[in-house]
C-alpha cells in the first residue's frame, strides 16, 4: 500500500461490544487512502480477538498496545498513535461512534493545495441504534477560521470542537501533544494551544460525525459528576487561562467565560488562578472580581433580558 495521506488514530478501552461497529463505518469511507491506528489502553474485554478478523482482512488497520512510556488515557494513547502516524492528515476517532462515509473525503479536499491547517465539520449525538440514512449531499457551506481571533470562542463552546471533529496537518499535533495528565476535556486545552499559536482553518456546515451517548463515555462520567473528570476539567481550564496570559489573549470576554465555570464547577481555583495572570489590567481584573462577586445578580440580570426580549 502507497504511505497513506491521512492516519486514523483511535484509542479503546474494554469496547468490544461497540467497535466493530464503528469500524466498519470507517471501511465505508470513499476516500480510501488511510491508516487507522488502534491504540489499546490496557482493556480487560476481547476487543483484540474481536476485531481480529477485520485486521486479518484489511491491512490499514494497526492494533497495538499502549507502551508505559506513555501514561494510561486518552491523551496518552492518542500522542503514542501521532508518534506512530504516517499520514500527512490526522484525524482521531473513538471506538464506540459512527463516522459519515464522505468524512475524510471531504476534510482532505479542503485541505489539499491550500495553506489551512485543520478542516472543523458538525458532529452529532445518538441513543441506542444508530440511524445509516446519511445525508450524502457533497456541496458544503464552509466558512473561515483564524485561530488567534476565534480561540475565544472556541474556548467558551460558541464554536465547538469536539475531539473528534477536526482533521488536522499532522504538524499541529506533532508541536502540541496532549497533556497525559488530563482525564478529561484534554482536547479542549490541546486544540486551544494550537489556535492561539496562530493555526487557521475552515469549517463544514455539515455533520460527519456521530457520537454514541451512554453514561460510561468521559462526557458521560463528567455529567454525572464524576470527581476525576470534573478535576481534570478544573486543571484543563486553569492550563488553558495560562497559555491565554502568555499568548496576550486573556481579555475581559473571556476572562467572563471562566468567571462563569469557576461558579459552574464549584471550583474558586479556576477564579482565583484567573486573578493571578499578569497580563490582565487592573481596570479589566477589578471588573473580573466584581462580575465574581456579584454572579447571581448578574445572570437574573441576563435571564431578564433574555425574556424580555423573547
Not at 61 to 73: D, E, N
Request: glycine share 4%.
Amino acid at each position: 500500500m502507497n504511505t497513506p495521506q491521512v492516519s486514523i488514530i483511535m484509542a479503546t478501552y474494554n469496547r468490544a461490544h461497540f467497535i466493530t461497529e464503528t469500524l466498519a463505518s470507517i471501511i465505508k469511507q470513499s476516500f480510501t487512502n488511510w491508516e487507522c491506528l488502534i491504540i489499546d489502553d490496557g482493556g480487560t474485554d476481547n476487543t483484540k480477538e474481536v476485531i481480529a478478523p477485520i485486521l486479518q482482512k484489511d491491512n490499514r488497520f494497526t492494533y497495538v498496545q499502549r507502551p508505559s512510556a506513555h501514561q494510561k488515557g486518552l491523551p496518552g494513547c492518542r500522542n503514542y498513535g501521532i508518534t506512530l502516524s504516517k499520514g500527512a492528515y490526522i484525524i482521531f476517532f473513538d471506538d464506540d461512534d459512527i463516522v459519515h462515509p464522505e468524512n475524510l473525503s471531504l476534510c482532505v479536499q479542503q485541505l489539499h493545495n491550500t495553506e489551512r491547517d485543520f478542516c472543523r465539520y458538525q458532529r452529532t449525538t445518538f441513543f441506542g441504534t444508530f440511524n445509516y440514512n446519511f445525508d450524502v449531499n457533497t456541496l458544503v457551506d464552509t466558512f473561515y477560521i483564524d485561530g488567534k481571533k476565534d480561540v475565544g470562542k472556541m474556548i467558551s463552546g460558541a464554536l465547538p470542537f469536539n475531539s473528534c471533529a477536526v482533521m488536522w496537518q499532522k504538524e499541529c499535533l506533532v508541536s502540541n501533544l496532549f497533556q497525559e495528565d488530563l482525564m478529561f476535556a484534554e482536547e479542549w486545552e490541546c486544540y486551544s494551544r494550537i489556535l492561539m499559536n496562530g493555526a487557521k482553518g475552515v469549517s463544514l456546515n455539515k455533520v460527519l460525525f456521530y457520537g454514541r451517548k451512554h453514561s460510561k463515555s468521559n462526557t458521560g462520567e463528567f455529567q454525572s459528576k464524576n470527581p476525576v473528570r470534573i478535576q481534570s476539567k478544573i486543571d484543563a481550564a486553569c492550563a488553558i487561562i495560562s497559555n491565554l496570559n502568555n499568548n496576550n489573549l486573556l481579555d475581559y470576554t473571556i476572562a467572563k467565560y471562566f468567571v462563569a465555570l469557576s461558579k459552574r464547577l464549584q471550583a474558586p481555583r479556576i477564579f482565583d488562578h484567573l486573578c493571578s495572570q499578569s497580563s490582565i489590567p487592573d481596570n479589566t481584573l477589578n471588573k473580573i472580581k466584581k462580575r465574581y462577586a456579584y454572579y447571581k445578580l448578574y445572570m437574573m440580570g441576563y435571564t431578564l433580558k433574555n425574556k424580555f426580549l423573547s
